[in-house]
């Protein structure tokens, strides 16, 4: 294994991940190790096979079974782009029913630096649980951009790659 640290991409299904590649070009030239998991709904918009290929490891959608090795390193970052309704309002709440939700909250149980890029509809973020489920993922000090139509990835790499990550990383 190479000695670049290892950053843990969780992808939700939100119209951004249909170029989800570039971001990982981005992160892998910046010197991270990439691995990838995804929603069951985004595993349905994404090329599989050629994230893999991109990475290195296979997304991960599924639990692995009891004795398993896992596919992937352990993390020392993880990021959530995008970022759909659906799963803030599930982490928030601690529901652990996919392997994504089960790495975000095992992640934030663990304090990794974790950076969330939430992607929705106007009228879903204006919903009365959005809202105060966003802040209490963000007072446990995960931080939030909200992923909008000017945003780029070259702006979500910059902003990972310019953190310090208290001091875990670079």
């Known amino acids: 294994m190479s000695e670049r640290p290892v950053l843990a991409l969780v992808v939700s299904a939100a119209p951004p991940v ?79 029913d996919t392997l994504a939700l089960g790495n975000l909250n095992q992640a934030l149980g663990a304090g990794l630096p974790i950076y969330a890029f939430p992607n929705l509809k106007d009228h879903l973020a204006g919903h009365p649980a959005y809202g105060p489920n966003l802040r209490q993922l963000g007072t446990t000090g995960v931080v939030v951009t909200p992923l909008n139509a000017g945003m780029d990835w070259k702006m979500v790499a910059r902003l990972i790659n310019s953190a310090d990550h208290q001091g875990r990383i670079r």
């Open 18 to 96: 249909l170029r989800i590649g570039e971001l990982i070009d981005l992160l892998i030239a910046d010197g991270w190790t990439v691995c990838v998991t995804a929603t069951p709904t985004a595993a349905t918009w994404i090329d599989l096979d050629a994230l893999a290929r991109q990475t290195g490891y296979p997304v991960r959608v599924q639990w692995r079974l009891p004795g398993e090795p896992d596919p992937h390193p352990a993390a020392e970052v993880v990021v959530v782009a995008p970022a759909t309704f659906n799963l803030i309002n599930k982490w928030a709440l601690g529901i652990n």
